[in-house]
């Protein structure tokens, strides 16, 4: 079993969640809830892992809050 960290946003335009995986090429998706979003990004990643273990071309750290006066 292997774990991925995904990004997700909001589209202010349609609505819909995006999401994806840092550095996983092609591992992007989106959807109108949450729920269905995890559901693709699964299916999205089940289907590239198909080709075999990526070579990841980013790492993912984590997240920082940036205050600008």
């Given amino acids: ?4 960290t995904a ?3 909001r589209c202010q335009d349609t609505g819909f969640y995006v999401g ?4 996983f090429q092609g591992a992007h998706t989106q959807a109108e809830t949450l ?3 995890n559901q693709n990004l699964r299916e999205v990643v089940e ?3 198909e080709d075999g ?3 990841l071309e980013a790492e993912f750290i984590g997240t920082q809050n940036v205050v600008v006066a």
């Fill in 47 to 49: 289907m590239l892992l």
């Fill in 7 to 9: 990004i997700v946003e």
């Fill in 20 to 23: 994806f995986i840092p550095g």
């Fill in 53 to 55: 273990e990526p070579r």
């Fill in 1 to 4: 079993m292997r774990s991925y």
């Fill in 35 to 37: 729920d269905e979003l």
